[in-house]
């Protein structure tokens, strides 16, 4: 495993999730109302989002695994081969399809739906990486 990319792929993840903690609100609230702390979690989590998706590559390319037809279904890749559980995988997925509105369409974003996403990521994503880089050092 290029140990230097994954180190590399996850500061920037963890500068941009404590950017996202930084500016998430306390509540849903608090947060709608706020359109310059919408757009640095928006932007924080569209990196945070690549970077995930870009170690997951990382992981299936050196495993030789089959190349996922998406995004979402990177982190499917990666449960079907014992790297990550279900559970997490449905987490990444889901996460990059929010990734997908930020990017291609951002008047979508239901804040509602958005924001119980962007709060549990401030969880998922650290356990993400704390999974696959103990996995990977077996």
């Known amino acids: 495993m290029d140990k230097e990319l994954i180190s590399r792929k996850t500061v920037q993840l963890e500068r941009a999730l404590s950017r996202i903690a930084g500016h998430i609100g306390r509540n849903i609230a608090g947060f709608s109302a706020d359109y310059d702390a919408q757009d640095i979690v928006y932007r924080n989590f569209q990196i945070v989002a690549q970077n995930c998706v870009d ?3 990382h992981i299936i390319a050196e495993g030789n695994f089959e190349i996922p037809r998406t995004m979402g279904e990177s ?3 990666l449960n079907r081969h014992g ?12 996460m990059t399809v929010l990734r997908n ?4 369409d951002y008047t979508r974003i239901k804040i509602e739906k958005a924001y119980p996403l962007l ?7 650290p356990r993400f990486c704390r999974t ?3 996995c990977r050092n077996r």
């Open 101 to 104: 509105i930020i990017v291609h």
């Open 119 to 125: 709060k549990n990521s401030l969880k998922t994503l």
């Open 83 to 94: 790297i990550i559980p279900a559970a997490m995988a449905k987490e990444l997925r889901n």
């Open 132 to 134: 696959v880089l103990s």
């Open 55 to 57: 170690i997951a590559n």
């Open 75 to 77: 982190f499917d890749v």
